[in-house]
Protein backbone atom coordinates (compact mmCIF):
# COMPACT_ATOMS: atom_id res chain seq x y z
CA UNK A 1 0.00 0.00 0.00
CA UNK A 2 2.87 1.78 -0.45
CA UNK A 3 2.10 5.59 -1.64
CA UNK A 4 -1.92 5.21 -0.61
CA UNK A 5 -2.81 7.91 0.98
CA UNK A 6 -5.68 7.96 4.22
CA UNK A 7 -8.24 10.03 1.33
CA UNK A 8 -7.77 7.02 -1.05
CA UNK A 9 -8.27 4.26 1.68
CA UNK A 10 -11.68 5.90 2.89
CA UNK A 11 -12.93 6.68 -0.58
CA UNK A 12 -11.55 3.07 -2.03
CA UNK A 13 -13.23 1.04 0.79
CA UNK A 14 -16.38 3.99 1.19
CA UNK A 15 -17.02 2.97 -2.48
CA UNK A 16 -18.40 -0.44 -2.07
CA UNK A 17 -21.50 0.16 0.05
CA UNK A 18 -24.36 1.09 -1.78
CA UNK A 19 -25.41 0.92 -5.48
CA UNK A 20 -26.06 -2.39 -5.61
CA UNK A 21 -25.63 -3.90 -9.15
CA UNK A 22 -27.43 -6.25 -10.88
CA UNK A 23 -25.42 -9.03 -10.33
CA UNK A 24 -25.45 -8.30 -5.99
CA UNK A 25 -29.32 -8.59 -6.38
CA UNK A 26 -28.82 -11.89 -8.35
CA UNK A 27 -26.26 -13.15 -5.83
CA UNK A 28 -29.28 -11.99 -3.46
CA UNK A 29 -31.76 -13.61 -5.04
CA UNK A 30 -30.13 -17.08 -5.10
CA UNK A 31 -29.25 -16.98 -1.23
CA UNK A 32 -32.89 -15.62 -0.67
CA UNK A 33 -34.42 -19.10 -2.68
CA UNK A 34 -32.43 -21.29 -0.79
CA UNK A 35 -33.37 -19.66 2.55
CA UNK A 36 -37.18 -19.84 1.40
CA UNK A 37 -36.98 -23.61 -0.04
CA UNK A 38 -34.75 -24.27 3.51
CA UNK A 39 -38.08 -22.42 5.51
CA UNK A 40 -40.40 -24.29 3.96
CA UNK A 41 -38.68 -27.95 5.17
CA UNK A 42 -38.53 -26.69 8.49
CA UNK A 43 -42.24 -25.51 8.20
CA UNK A 44 -43.01 -29.42 7.04
CA UNK A 45 -40.89 -30.84 10.45
CA UNK A 46 -42.48 -28.25 12.83
CA UNK A 47 -45.63 -29.24 11.08
CA UNK A 48 -45.05 -32.81 10.72
CA UNK A 49 -42.97 -33.66 13.66
CA UNK A 50 -39.17 -35.20 13.73
CA UNK A 51 -40.09 -38.28 11.59
CA UNK A 52 -40.20 -36.30 8.18
CA UNK A 53 -36.09 -36.48 9.32
CA UNK A 54 -34.32 -39.49 8.43
CA UNK A 55 -33.60 -40.64 12.21
CA UNK A 56 -33.13 -44.55 12.36
CA UNK A 57 -32.60 -45.77 15.69
CA UNK A 58 -30.16 -45.34 17.40
CA UNK A 59 -28.84 -42.91 15.06
CA UNK A 60 -30.67 -39.39 16.08
CA UNK A 61 -27.57 -37.14 15.58
CA UNK A 62 -27.56 -36.75 12.04
CA UNK A 63 -27.43 -33.79 9.17
CA UNK A 64 -28.33 -31.10 11.62
CA UNK A 65 -25.93 -31.93 14.55
CA UNK A 66 -23.37 -32.02 11.43
CA UNK A 67 -24.56 -29.18 9.90
CA UNK A 68 -24.31 -27.30 13.42
CA UNK A 69 -20.74 -28.51 13.80
CA UNK A 70 -19.90 -27.67 10.36
CA UNK A 71 -21.19 -23.91 10.53
CA UNK A 72 -19.59 -23.33 14.33
CA UNK A 73 -15.77 -24.59 12.62
CA UNK A 74 -16.84 -22.00 10.27
CA UNK A 75 -17.12 -19.44 12.98
CA UNK A 76 -13.50 -20.02 13.85
CA UNK A 77 -11.44 -18.08 11.40
CA UNK A 78 -13.18 -15.18 11.89
CA UNK A 79 -11.98 -14.76 15.66
CA UNK A 80 -8.56 -16.68 14.86
CA UNK A 81 -7.77 -14.10 12.55
CA UNK A 82 -8.87 -10.95 14.30
CA UNK A 83 -7.89 -11.54 17.43
CA UNK A 84 -5.26 -14.33 17.65
CA UNK A 85 -3.46 -12.65 14.98
CA UNK A 86 -4.29 -8.73 16.18
CA UNK A 87 -2.19 -10.21 19.20
CA UNK A 88 0.65 -11.75 17.48
CA UNK A 89 1.02 -8.34 15.46
CA UNK A 90 0.52 -9.77 12.68
CA UNK A 91 0.42 -7.38 9.71
CA UNK A 92 -1.16 -9.57 6.88
CA UNK A 93 -4.97 -9.63 8.83
CA UNK A 94 -5.28 -5.99 8.46
CA UNK A 95 -7.01 -6.65 5.06
CA UNK A 96 -9.15 -9.55 5.64
CA UNK A 97 -10.18 -9.67 9.07
CA UNK A 98 -12.90 -7.36 8.82
CA UNK A 99 -14.93 -9.99 6.44
CA UNK A 100 -13.85 -12.90 8.47
CA UNK A 101 -15.10 -11.51 11.72
CA UNK A 102 -18.56 -11.01 9.80
CA UNK A 103 -18.58 -14.79 8.41
CA UNK A 104 -17.72 -15.43 12.23
CA UNK A 105 -20.94 -13.81 13.22
CA UNK A 106 -23.09 -15.19 11.04
CA UNK A 107 -21.87 -18.19 10.58
CA UNK A 108 -22.26 -18.92 14.54
CA UNK A 109 -25.83 -17.37 14.39
CA UNK A 110 -26.22 -20.50 11.16
CA UNK A 111 -25.02 -22.97 13.50
CA UNK A 112 -27.16 -21.47 16.36
CA UNK A 113 -30.51 -22.40 14.28
CA UNK A 114 -29.37 -26.03 14.31
CA UNK A 115 -29.72 -27.32 18.29
CA UNK A 116 -33.27 -25.64 17.96
CA UNK A 117 -33.73 -27.11 14.37
CA UNK A 118 -32.55 -30.49 15.85
CA UNK A 119 -34.90 -30.60 19.10
CA UNK A 120 -37.91 -30.40 17.17
CA UNK A 121 -40.03 -28.97 19.72
CA UNK A 122 -37.99 -25.63 18.82
CA UNK A 123 -40.47 -23.46 20.88
CA UNK A 124 -39.30 -25.54 23.93
CA UNK A 125 -35.58 -25.07 23.22
CA UNK A 126 -35.05 -22.09 25.71
CA UNK A 127 -35.05 -25.23 28.19
CA UNK A 128 -31.30 -24.94 27.40
CA UNK A 129 -30.22 -21.75 29.17
CA UNK A 130 -30.39 -21.49 32.84
CA UNK A 131 -33.81 -19.36 34.06
CA UNK A 132 -34.88 -19.15 37.42
CA UNK A 133 -38.07 -21.27 37.37
CA UNK A 134 -40.78 -22.25 40.03
CA UNK A 135 -39.77 -25.64 39.89
CA UNK A 136 -35.98 -24.82 40.93
CA UNK A 137 -35.28 -27.26 37.91
CA UNK A 138 -31.60 -26.34 36.86
CA UNK A 139 -29.90 -27.62 33.62
CA UNK A 140 -27.34 -30.51 34.59
CA UNK A 141 -24.04 -27.75 34.38
CA UNK A 142 -21.38 -31.40 34.54
CA UNK A 143 -23.03 -31.83 30.98
CA UNK A 144 -20.89 -31.03 27.82
CA UNK A 145 -24.43 -30.50 26.30
CA UNK A 146 -24.97 -27.97 28.82
CA UNK A 147 -20.72 -26.75 28.60
CA UNK A 148 -21.62 -26.47 24.63
CA UNK A 149 -25.13 -24.24 25.48
CA UNK A 150 -22.31 -21.97 27.82
CA UNK A 151 -19.10 -22.02 24.80
CA UNK A 152 -21.44 -21.00 21.72
CA UNK A 153 -23.41 -18.20 23.26
CA UNK A 154 -19.88 -16.92 24.90
CA UNK A 155 -18.35 -16.94 21.97
CA UNK A 156 -21.00 -15.46 19.85
CA UNK A 157 -21.47 -12.55 22.70
CA UNK A 158 -17.96 -12.08 22.69
CA UNK A 159 -17.38 -12.40 18.84
CA UNK A 160 -19.75 -9.77 17.87
CA UNK A 161 -18.89 -7.28 20.56
CA UNK A 162 -15.89 -7.41 19.31
CA UNK A 163 -16.56 -7.55 15.96
CA UNK A 164 -19.13 -4.07 16.71
CA UNK A 165 -16.55 -2.03 18.98
CA UNK A 166 -14.22 -2.55 15.70
CA UNK A 167 -16.52 -1.07 13.08
CA UNK A 168 -17.81 2.12 15.27
CA UNK A 169 -14.76 3.90 13.75
CA UNK A 170 -15.12 2.75 11.03
CA UNK A 171 -19.16 3.62 10.52
CA UNK A 172 -18.31 7.42 11.92
CA UNK A 173 -16.91 7.39 8.67
CA UNK A 174 -19.34 6.33 6.66
CA UNK A 175 -21.47 9.27 8.87
CA UNK A 176 -19.64 11.59 7.82
CA UNK A 177 -19.64 10.66 4.09
CA UNK A 178 -23.29 10.66 3.93
CA UNK A 179 -26.62 12.64 4.23
CA UNK A 180 -30.15 12.69 5.33
CA UNK A 181 -31.81 9.38 6.81
CA UNK A 182 -28.81 7.23 6.30
CA UNK A 183 -26.75 9.89 8.27
CA UNK A 184 -28.95 9.73 11.07
CA UNK A 185 -28.72 5.85 10.84
CA UNK A 186 -24.87 5.50 11.03
CA UNK A 187 -25.14 8.49 13.81
CA UNK A 188 -26.89 6.12 15.94
CA UNK A 189 -24.84 3.21 14.65
CA UNK A 190 -21.33 5.17 15.89
CA UNK A 191 -22.45 5.66 18.73
CA UNK A 192 -21.52 9.54 18.81
CA UNK A 193 -17.64 8.26 18.07
CA UNK A 194 -15.64 10.96 17.67
CA UNK A 195 -11.92 9.98 17.16
CA UNK A 196 -10.48 12.09 20.11
CA UNK A 197 -7.08 11.15 21.95
CA UNK A 198 -9.68 10.16 24.80
CA UNK A 199 -11.55 7.71 23.10
CA UNK A 200 -8.71 6.36 21.25
CA UNK A 201 -6.64 5.62 24.42
CA UNK A 202 -9.95 3.90 25.97
CA UNK A 203 -10.77 2.19 22.89
CA UNK A 204 -7.25 0.71 22.23
CA UNK A 205 -6.71 -0.53 25.76
CA UNK A 206 -9.99 -2.18 25.36
CA UNK A 207 -9.58 -3.64 21.90
CA UNK A 208 -6.68 -5.56 23.09
CA UNK A 209 -9.01 -6.90 26.07
CA UNK A 210 -11.49 -8.11 23.98
CA UNK A 211 -9.15 -9.43 21.95
CA UNK A 212 -7.65 -11.20 24.87
CA UNK A 213 -10.33 -12.83 25.62
CA UNK A 214 -11.77 -14.16 22.27
CA UNK A 215 -8.44 -15.24 22.02
CA UNK A 216 -9.06 -18.58 24.55
CA UNK A 217 -12.24 -18.86 23.31
CA UNK A 218 -10.96 -19.81 19.67
CA UNK A 219 -9.31 -22.56 21.29
CA UNK A 220 -12.15 -23.82 23.64
CA UNK A 221 -15.15 -23.67 21.94
CA UNK A 222 -14.48 -26.16 19.24
CA UNK A 223 -12.51 -28.30 22.32
CA UNK A 224 -15.98 -27.94 23.91
CA UNK A 225 -18.21 -29.25 20.67
CA UNK A 226 -15.67 -32.12 20.62
CA UNK A 227 -16.18 -33.11 24.10
CA UNK A 228 -20.12 -33.03 22.64
CA UNK A 229 -18.78 -36.25 21.45
CA UNK A 230 -15.87 -37.19 23.16
CA UNK A 231 -17.28 -37.41 26.96
CA UNK A 232 -19.80 -40.11 25.81
CA UNK A 233 -19.30 -43.66 26.06
CA UNK A 234 -19.35 -44.02 22.26
CA UNK A 235 -16.64 -46.05 19.86
CA UNK A 236 -15.20 -43.53 17.52
CA UNK A 237 -16.03 -40.63 19.87
CA UNK A 238 -14.49 -41.45 22.95
CA UNK A 239 -10.52 -40.21 22.53
CA UNK A 240 -8.58 -37.25 24.33
CA UNK A 241 -7.59 -36.55 20.49
CA UNK A 242 -10.62 -35.43 19.82
CA UNK A 243 -10.47 -31.56 21.01
CA UNK A 244 -7.13 -30.95 18.92
CA UNK A 245 -8.71 -32.66 16.16
CA UNK A 246 -11.54 -30.28 16.07
CA UNK A 247 -9.85 -26.96 16.50
CA UNK A 248 -7.12 -27.37 13.74
CA UNK A 249 -10.25 -28.92 11.29
CA UNK A 250 -12.29 -25.62 12.70
CA UNK A 251 -9.25 -22.94 11.94
CA UNK A 252 -8.81 -25.22 8.02
CA UNK A 253 -12.74 -24.85 7.51
CA UNK A 254 -12.96 -21.19 8.59
CA UNK A 255 -9.75 -20.33 6.55
CA UNK A 256 -10.58 -21.85 3.59
CA UNK A 257 -14.46 -20.53 3.88
CA UNK A 258 -12.33 -16.57 4.10
CA UNK A 259 -10.91 -18.01 0.77
CA UNK A 260 -13.76 -18.91 -0.97
CA UNK A 261 -15.91 -15.25 0.13
CA UNK A 262 -12.81 -12.74 -0.10
CA UNK A 263 -11.92 -13.80 -3.58
CA UNK A 264 -14.97 -13.10 -5.15
CA UNK A 265 -15.51 -10.07 -3.04
CA UNK A 266 -12.03 -8.85 -3.76
CA UNK A 267 -13.16 -8.88 -7.63
CA UNK A 268 -16.51 -7.48 -7.39
CA UNK A 269 -15.40 -4.52 -5.20
CA UNK A 270 -11.76 -4.04 -6.88
CA UNK A 271 -9.97 -4.02 -3.72
CA UNK A 272 -7.11 -5.74 -4.75
CA UNK A 273 -4.85 -2.50 -3.24
CA UNK A 274 -5.91 -4.06 0.15
CA UNK A 275 -6.63 -7.76 -0.20
CA UNK A 276 -4.41 -10.12 -2.43
CA UNK A 277 -2.53 -12.41 -3.22
CA UNK A 278 -0.25 -11.40 -0.03
CA UNK A 279 -3.28 -12.50 2.03
CA UNK A 280 -4.52 -15.58 0.37
CA UNK A 281 -0.55 -16.74 0.47
CA UNK A 282 -1.23 -16.80 3.92
CA UNK A 283 -4.31 -17.79 4.72
CA UNK A 284 -3.79 -20.85 2.47
CA UNK A 285 -0.26 -21.56 4.35
CA UNK A 286 -2.85 -21.80 7.33
CA UNK A 287 -4.92 -24.29 5.97
CA UNK A 288 -1.72 -26.07 4.86
CA UNK A 289 -0.48 -26.18 8.00
CA UNK A 290 -4.01 -27.44 10.42
CA UNK A 291 -4.66 -29.55 7.38
CA UNK A 292 -1.44 -31.44 8.00
CA UNK A 293 -2.50 -31.21 11.70
CA UNK A 294 -6.21 -32.77 11.03
CA UNK A 295 -4.47 -35.47 8.35
CA UNK A 296 -2.33 -36.50 11.34
CA UNK A 297 -5.21 -36.95 13.69
CA UNK A 298 -6.78 -39.16 10.98
CA UNK A 299 -4.22 -41.48 11.07
CA UNK A 300 -3.69 -41.77 14.80
CA UNK A 301 -7.43 -42.02 15.28
CA UNK A 302 -7.26 -45.13 12.72
CA UNK A 303 -3.96 -46.31 14.14
CA UNK A 304 -4.96 -46.42 17.86
CA UNK A 305 -8.32 -48.05 16.96
CA UNK A 306 -6.04 -51.06 15.45
CA UNK A 307 -3.20 -50.92 17.90
CA UNK A 308 -6.00 -50.71 20.85
CA UNK A 309 -7.28 -54.62 19.88
CA UNK A 310 -10.49 -53.30 20.78
CA UNK A 311 -12.80 -54.75 18.38
CA UNK A 312 -15.34 -52.46 18.91
CA UNK A 313 -13.27 -49.17 18.29
CA UNK A 314 -11.45 -50.87 15.46
CA UNK A 315 -15.18 -51.86 14.05
CA UNK A 316 -16.33 -48.05 13.78
CA UNK A 317 -13.55 -47.07 12.13
CA UNK A 318 -13.46 -50.06 9.61
CA UNK A 319 -16.67 -49.49 8.94
CA UNK A 320 -16.34 -45.77 8.22
CA UNK A 321 -13.71 -46.60 5.93
CA UNK A 322 -15.33 -49.46 4.18
CA UNK A 323 -18.79 -49.70 5.05
CA UNK A 324 -22.40 -48.03 4.03
CA UNK A 325 -20.54 -44.95 4.46
CA UNK A 326 -17.13 -45.64 2.85
CA UNK A 327 -17.83 -43.18 0.31
CA UNK A 328 -18.23 -40.58 2.81
CA UNK A 329 -15.13 -41.18 4.74
CA UNK A 330 -13.15 -41.50 1.08
CA UNK A 331 -14.41 -37.95 0.04
CA UNK A 332 -13.58 -36.21 3.76
CA UNK A 333 -9.91 -37.78 2.91
CA UNK A 334 -9.48 -36.17 -0.65
CA UNK A 335 -11.41 -33.09 0.01
CA UNK A 336 -9.12 -32.55 2.61
CA UNK A 337 -5.81 -34.20 2.75
CA UNK A 338 -5.14 -34.46 -0.93
CA UNK A 339 -6.90 -31.83 -2.75
CA UNK A 340 -4.83 -29.15 -0.72
CA UNK A 341 -1.53 -30.93 -2.10
CA UNK A 342 -0.90 -28.54 -4.76
CA UNK A 343 -0.76 -25.60 -2.32
CA UNK A 344 2.23 -26.74 -0.96
CA UNK A 345 3.80 -25.24 -4.23
CA UNK A 346 3.70 -21.16 -4.46
CA UNK A 347 2.46 -21.65 -7.58
CA UNK A 348 -0.69 -22.69 -6.89
CA UNK A 349 -1.52 -20.79 -3.59
CA UNK A 350 -0.49 -17.48 -6.00
CA UNK A 351 -3.53 -18.54 -8.46
CA UNK A 352 -6.67 -17.28 -7.73
CA UNK A 353 -8.57 -20.46 -9.23
CA UNK A 354 -6.55 -23.08 -7.55
CA UNK A 355 -7.27 -21.05 -4.06
CA UNK A 356 -10.94 -20.68 -4.98
CA UNK A 357 -11.30 -24.57 -6.34
CA UNK A 358 -8.99 -25.83 -3.46
CA UNK A 359 -11.21 -23.98 -0.84
CA UNK A 360 -14.21 -25.45 -2.50
CA UNK A 361 -12.68 -29.03 -1.79
CA UNK A 362 -11.73 -28.32 1.84
CA UNK A 363 -15.57 -26.64 2.36
CA UNK A 364 -17.21 -29.84 1.11
CA UNK A 365 -14.67 -32.12 2.94
CA UNK A 366 -15.14 -30.50 6.38
CA UNK A 367 -18.61 -31.22 6.48
CA UNK A 368 -18.06 -34.87 5.14
CA UNK A 369 -15.97 -34.78 8.07
CA UNK A 370 -18.42 -34.28 11.08
CA UNK A 371 -20.97 -36.29 8.90
CA UNK A 372 -17.94 -39.34 8.91
CA UNK A 373 -17.84 -38.69 13.04
CA UNK A 374 -21.63 -38.45 13.84
CA UNK A 375 -23.51 -41.16 12.38
CA UNK A 376 -20.83 -42.82 10.64
CA UNK A 377 -20.25 -43.52 14.63
CA UNK A 378 -23.57 -43.97 15.82
CA UNK A 379 -24.96 -46.13 13.05
CA UNK A 380 -22.02 -49.28 14.15
CA UNK A 381 -21.99 -49.30 17.88
CA UNK A 382 -21.46 -52.12 20.59
CA UNK A 383 -24.51 -54.46 19.51
CA UNK A 384 -24.93 -55.41 15.65
CA UNK A 385 -28.73 -55.88 16.18
CA UNK A 386 -28.57 -51.97 16.53
CA UNK A 387 -26.68 -51.37 13.39
CA UNK A 388 -28.67 -49.29 10.60
CA UNK A 389 -28.10 -47.06 7.64
CA UNK A 390 -29.14 -43.83 8.24
CA UNK A 391 -29.80 -41.93 5.00
CA UNK A 392 -30.74 -37.92 5.38
CA UNK A 393 -34.66 -37.06 3.73
CA UNK A 394 -35.36 -34.17 1.55
CA UNK A 395 -36.32 -32.22 4.53
CA UNK A 396 -32.90 -32.55 6.17
CA UNK A 397 -31.28 -31.80 2.99
CA UNK A 398 -33.51 -28.86 1.98
CA UNK A 399 -32.76 -26.91 5.54
CA UNK A 400 -29.20 -27.80 4.97
CA UNK A 401 -29.18 -25.51 1.57
CA UNK A 402 -31.32 -23.01 3.85
CA UNK A 403 -28.38 -22.66 6.17
CA UNK A 404 -26.17 -21.76 3.14
CA UNK A 405 -29.20 -19.34 1.88
CA UNK A 406 -28.82 -17.64 5.32
CA UNK A 407 -25.75 -17.43 5.99
CA UNK A 408 -24.90 -15.73 2.62
CA UNK A 409 -27.90 -13.47 2.65
CA UNK A 410 -26.40 -11.77 5.62
CA UNK A 411 -22.93 -11.84 4.41
CA UNK A 412 -23.95 -9.91 1.11
CA UNK A 413 -26.28 -7.63 3.14
CA UNK A 414 -23.36 -6.57 5.77
CA UNK A 415 -20.69 -6.19 2.43
CA UNK A 416 -23.37 -3.21 1.25
CA UNK A 417 -23.87 -1.92 4.04
CA UNK A 418 -20.60 -2.04 6.42
CA UNK A 419 -16.78 -1.61 5.43
CA UNK A 420 -16.17 -5.22 4.62
CA UNK A 421 -12.33 -3.48 4.93
CA UNK A 422 -11.04 -2.41 8.40
CA UNK A 423 -10.72 1.70 7.40
CA UNK A 424 -9.11 2.90 10.51
CA UNK A 425 -6.86 0.14 10.32
CA UNK A 426 -5.69 -0.44 7.14
CA UNK A 427 -4.69 3.78 7.32
CA UNK A 428 -2.68 2.39 10.44
CA UNK A 429 -0.35 -0.41 7.85
CA UNK A 430 -0.16 3.48 5.61
CA UNK A 431 2.66 6.22 5.86
CA UNK A 432 1.17 9.18 7.43
CA UNK A 433 0.97 12.20 5.71
CA UNK A 434 4.19 13.92 6.50
CA UNK A 435 5.25 17.61 6.18
CA UNK A 436 9.01 16.65 5.87
CA UNK A 437 7.84 13.89 2.74
CA UNK A 438 6.52 16.88 0.87
CA UNK A 439 9.59 19.15 1.60
CA UNK A 440 11.80 15.94 0.34
CA UNK A 441 10.16 15.60 -2.49
CA UNK B 1 -15.45 26.77 10.87
CA UNK B 2 -17.40 27.83 13.80
CA UNK B 3 -17.08 31.25 15.11
CA UNK B 4 -14.20 32.28 17.55
CA UNK B 5 -15.67 32.53 21.24
CA UNK B 6 -12.79 33.49 24.00
CA UNK B 7 -11.71 30.00 25.84
CA UNK B 8 -11.04 27.54 23.11
CA UNK B 9 -9.28 27.55 19.96
CA UNK B 10 -9.23 25.12 17.16
CA UNK B 11 -6.91 24.09 14.62
CA UNK B 12 -6.73 21.66 11.55
CA UNK B 13 -3.67 19.88 10.83
CA UNK B 14 -2.97 18.43 7.11
CA UNK B 15 0.14 16.47 8.40
CA UNK B 16 0.80 14.30 11.04
CA UNK B 17 4.36 15.53 12.19
CA UNK B 18 3.37 18.99 11.90
CA UNK B 19 0.65 18.31 14.69
CA UNK B 20 2.92 16.28 16.95
CA UNK B 21 5.19 19.57 16.57
CA UNK B 22 2.36 21.50 17.94
CA UNK B 23 1.51 19.29 20.80
CA UNK B 24 5.05 19.27 22.27
CA UNK B 25 5.66 23.15 21.57
CA UNK B 26 2.33 23.66 23.46
CA UNK B 27 3.71 21.45 26.47
CA UNK B 28 6.68 23.08 26.11
CA UNK B 29 4.70 26.61 26.59
CA UNK B 30 3.15 25.54 29.65
CA UNK B 31 -0.15 23.85 28.25
CA UNK B 32 -1.45 20.94 29.87
CA UNK B 33 -2.27 17.81 28.19
CA UNK B 34 -5.87 17.76 29.67
CA UNK B 35 -6.40 21.04 27.93
CA UNK B 36 -5.85 19.79 24.23
CA UNK B 37 -8.55 17.45 22.65
CA UNK B 38 -6.47 15.44 19.22
CA UNK B 39 -9.31 14.11 16.67
CA UNK B 40 -7.51 11.84 14.20
CA UNK B 41 -8.97 9.21 11.88
CA UNK B 42 -7.02 6.79 13.95
CA UNK B 43 -5.01 6.10 16.78
CA UNK B 44 -1.67 7.32 16.68
CA UNK B 45 1.11 6.33 18.95
CA UNK B 46 3.03 9.70 18.34
CA UNK B 47 -0.33 11.30 19.45
CA UNK B 48 -0.63 8.45 22.65
CA UNK B 49 2.65 9.12 23.57
CA UNK B 50 2.64 13.34 23.79
CA UNK B 51 -0.86 12.96 25.50
CA UNK B 52 -0.97 10.57 27.62
CA UNK B 53 2.88 9.44 28.28
CA UNK B 54 2.49 5.69 28.73
CA UNK B 55 -0.40 6.25 31.05
CA UNK B 56 -2.51 2.97 30.94
CA UNK B 57 -6.34 3.72 30.57
CA UNK B 58 -8.44 2.48 33.54
CA UNK B 59 -10.63 0.27 31.28
CA UNK B 60 -8.63 -2.57 32.85
CA UNK B 61 -10.06 -2.43 36.09
CA UNK B 62 -13.61 -2.85 34.72
CA UNK B 63 -11.95 -5.89 33.12
CA UNK B 64 -10.38 -7.28 35.85
CA UNK B 65 -13.10 -6.54 38.26
CA UNK B 66 -15.71 -8.43 35.61
CA UNK B 67 -13.71 -11.29 34.95
CA UNK B 68 -13.54 -12.03 39.02
CA UNK B 69 -16.96 -11.32 38.96
CA UNK B 70 -17.96 -13.66 36.11
CA UNK B 71 -15.88 -16.61 37.27
CA UNK B 72 -17.35 -16.60 41.04
CA UNK B 73 -20.80 -15.74 39.70
CA UNK B 74 -20.34 -19.05 37.06
CA UNK B 75 -19.04 -21.54 39.52
CA UNK B 76 -21.48 -20.71 42.24
CA UNK B 77 -24.42 -21.00 40.17
CA UNK B 78 -22.97 -24.27 38.82
CA UNK B 79 -22.28 -25.40 42.74
CA UNK B 80 -25.47 -23.92 44.18
CA UNK B 81 -28.11 -24.94 42.03
CA UNK B 82 -26.45 -28.91 41.78
CA UNK B 83 -26.45 -28.24 46.10
CA UNK B 84 -30.06 -27.27 45.56
CA UNK B 85 -31.23 -29.81 43.87
CA UNK B 86 -28.74 -32.73 45.51
CA UNK B 87 -29.41 -36.04 43.27
CA UNK B 88 -26.84 -38.56 44.43
CA UNK B 89 -24.94 -39.84 41.11
CA UNK B 90 -23.80 -43.05 41.08
CA UNK B 91 -20.46 -43.70 41.07
CA UNK B 92 -19.21 -41.47 43.74
CA UNK B 93 -19.17 -38.21 41.70
CA UNK B 94 -19.46 -35.01 44.07
CA UNK B 95 -22.34 -32.84 43.67
CA UNK B 96 -19.82 -29.98 43.65
CA UNK B 97 -17.28 -31.13 40.70
CA UNK B 98 -14.35 -29.16 40.14
CA UNK B 99 -13.44 -30.30 36.70
CA UNK B 100 -16.84 -30.34 35.34
CA UNK B 101 -17.50 -26.83 36.20
CA UNK B 102 -14.28 -25.40 35.19
CA UNK B 103 -15.91 -24.73 31.59
CA UNK B 104 -18.62 -22.79 33.19
CA UNK B 105 -16.66 -20.79 35.46
CA UNK B 106 -14.21 -20.61 32.17
CA UNK B 107 -16.96 -19.38 29.94
CA UNK B 108 -18.53 -16.92 32.77
CA UNK B 109 -15.05 -15.15 33.18
CA UNK B 110 -14.78 -14.28 29.67
CA UNK B 111 -18.25 -13.48 28.93
CA UNK B 112 -18.89 -10.67 31.93
CA UNK B 113 -14.80 -10.20 31.57
CA UNK B 114 -15.52 -8.61 27.78
CA UNK B 115 -19.45 -6.74 29.36
CA UNK B 116 -17.33 -5.27 31.84
CA UNK B 117 -15.16 -3.94 29.62
CA UNK B 118 -17.33 -2.89 27.34
CA UNK B 119 -19.29 -0.61 30.28
CA UNK B 120 -15.76 0.37 30.66
CA UNK B 121 -15.16 1.59 27.19
CA UNK B 122 -18.03 3.40 26.79
CA UNK B 123 -18.50 5.28 30.17
CA UNK B 124 -14.61 6.62 29.88
CA UNK B 125 -15.38 7.32 25.81
CA UNK B 126 -18.57 9.29 27.09
CA UNK B 127 -20.34 6.66 24.66
CA UNK B 128 -23.39 6.56 23.66
CA UNK B 129 -22.78 10.28 23.06
CA UNK B 130 -26.47 11.77 22.03
CA UNK B 131 -24.86 14.64 19.81
CA UNK B 132 -21.87 15.18 18.27
CA UNK B 133 -19.58 18.02 19.11
CA UNK B 134 -18.83 20.98 17.04
CA UNK B 135 -15.68 20.10 16.34
CA UNK B 136 -16.02 17.03 14.71
CA UNK B 137 -18.85 18.06 12.65
CA UNK B 138 -16.12 18.22 10.01
CA UNK B 139 -16.10 15.10 7.93
CA UNK B 140 -12.38 15.49 7.29
CA UNK B 141 -11.48 14.42 10.43
CA UNK B 142 -12.34 10.92 9.95
CA UNK B 143 -11.15 10.79 6.87
CA UNK B 144 -7.14 12.28 6.36
CA UNK B 145 -7.01 15.45 8.32
CA UNK B 146 -6.27 16.01 12.39
CA UNK B 147 -7.90 18.52 14.82
CA UNK B 148 -6.22 19.81 17.54
CA UNK B 149 -8.52 22.02 19.96
CA UNK B 150 -7.60 23.86 23.44
CA UNK B 151 -10.11 24.61 25.69
CA UNK B 152 -10.72 26.58 29.08
CA UNK B 153 -7.75 29.44 27.71
CA UNK B 154 -7.53 32.77 28.91
CA UNK B 155 -7.07 35.26 26.27
CA UNK B 156 -3.80 35.98 26.30
CA UNK B 157 -3.08 31.71 26.70
CA UNK B 158 -5.42 31.86 23.47
CA UNK B 159 -3.39 34.22 21.56
CA UNK B 160 -0.24 32.30 22.48
CA UNK B 161 -2.18 29.34 21.41
CA UNK B 162 -2.65 30.34 17.86
CA UNK B 163 0.50 31.34 17.76
CA UNK B 164 2.05 28.43 18.60
CA UNK B 165 -0.39 26.53 15.77
CA UNK B 166 0.24 28.89 13.13
CA UNK B 167 3.93 28.10 13.64
CA UNK B 168 3.85 24.48 13.47
CA UNK B 169 2.03 24.23 10.19
CA UNK B 170 -2.11 24.21 11.25
CA UNK B 171 -3.93 24.86 7.71
CA UNK B 172 -6.41 26.37 9.43
CA UNK B 173 -6.76 28.07 13.26
CA UNK B 174 -9.99 29.16 14.99
CA UNK B 175 -11.86 30.08 18.13
CA UNK B 176 -14.71 27.16 18.59
CA UNK B 177 -18.05 27.74 20.52
CA UNK B 178 -17.74 24.53 22.84
CA UNK B 179 -15.39 21.37 23.62
CA UNK B 180 -15.47 19.07 26.17
CA UNK B 181 -12.81 16.52 24.83
Known amino acids: MKGTAYGAVTRDILDTLFKPTSLYFGMIGVCAAFLLFGGYCWFIQLTQGLGV?????????????????FWIGIGHAGTLISAILFLFRSKWRTGVYRAAEAMTIFAVMTAGLFPAIHVGRTWNSYWLFPYPNQRELWQNFKSPLMWDVFA????????????????????????????????????????????????????????GFFAAFATPLVLSVHSVVSWDFAMAQTAGWHSTLFPPYFVAGAIFSGCAMVITLLIPLTKLFKLEAYINLFHFENLAKMCLLTGMILTYAYATEHFIAWY????????????????????V????????????????????????????????????????????????????????????????????????????????????????????????EIKEGVRPPLKSDEVAA | MSSATPGSVKSIYAHLDCLVEGLDQLKTAGFKPKEMVVTSPLPRPEIEEALYEGKPSPVRWFTMCGAIMGGLSGFSTASLTHLNWPMIIPAGKPLVSLPAFVVITFEATILTGCFFTLLGLLFFCGLPARRLQIEVTDPRLSDDMFALVLNGLTAERASKAREILNSTGAIEVSGMEASNG
Not at chain 1, 56 to 67: K, L, N, Q, R, S
Not at chain 1, 154 to 169: D, H, M
Not at chain 1, 316 to 327: K, L
Not at chain 1, 397 to 404: A, K, P
Request: proline share 5%.
Open chain 1, 308 to 327: SDNPYEWGVFHYRATGNYWW
Open chain 1, 53 to 69: AGYAPPVFWGVYITTFV
Open chain 1, 152 to 207: VSTYFTVSTIFFYIGLVPDIAAVRDKTSGFIKKVYSSLSLGWRGTDRQWHHYMAAY
Open chain 1, 329 to 424: FWTMVFCNCIAPIPWWFKKYRTNYTWLFVISLFINVGMWFERYNIIPGALSHQFDPNSWVYYVPTWVEMGILLGSFGWFGFWFLLFVKVMPAVAVA
